[in-house]
């Protein structure tokens, strides 16, 4: 294993016994992620190299192993701030809703696949809710019918049509 051959501070640097100094992370930033991790290289004693995210080694160095089901979660949406302080295992459902009220969670027009802004739905839900016939509202606005019941239904973009209807009490 390379657990004896690195240790990692609760401040995010992690030392290389072998070549007595600190190792350099690199940023890597996935698909679909807005920020993404920094990570380091790191070598077993048979030369296999393993990649591992500097949060995910502090975590493990300091409060224990992953807890099944569990992910490391920045605690303040900073996926670069990597101290103890910032950092716990949380589910992935702890994860995800802290994402959204940190609003770090890519949704809506941020999201890199988006098609149509949050303005052109809004504009759209508005004439259908107004009483345009859904067919007339997609020709006018170039949408199609489908996405027009999707965003009207709440299937997709429903933050638009709680904004359109108002709270829920």
């Known amino acids: 294993t390379y657990e004896s051959q690195y240790a990692v501070s609760d401040a995010g640097r992690v030392w290389s016994h072998k070549h007595r100094r600190y190792l350099r992370p690199q940023h890597v930033q996935r698909p679909g992620q807005r920020q993404g991790y920094w990570r380091v290289s790191l ?7 393993t990649n591992r995210a500097i949060h995910t080694l502090i975590l493990e160095a300091f409060i224990g192993l992953r807890p099944d089901r569990h992910e490391g979660a920045h605690l ?6 990597n101290v103890l302080t910032n950092l716990a295992w949380k589910t992935s459902k702890q994860n995800h809703a802290d994402r959204v009220l940190h609003g770090t969670m890519l949704f809506g027009e941020r999201h890199g696949s988006a098609r149509y802004s949050d303005v052109v739905i809004r504009a759209v839900v508005d004439a259908v809710s107004g009483g345009m016939p859904k067919r007339v ?33």
Do not use: C, L, N
Request: no cysteine; aromatic share 10%.
């Open 43 to 49: 070598y077993r004693k048979d030369g296999t190299e």
């Open 76 to 81: 303040d949406g900073d996926s670069h701030h």
């Open 137 to 169: 509202a997609a020709r006018h606005f170039g949408v199609s019918d489908t996405s027009i019941y999707d965003w009207m239904t709440g299937r997709k973009r429903a933050y638009i049509q709680r904004a359109v209807k108002g709270p829920t009490p």
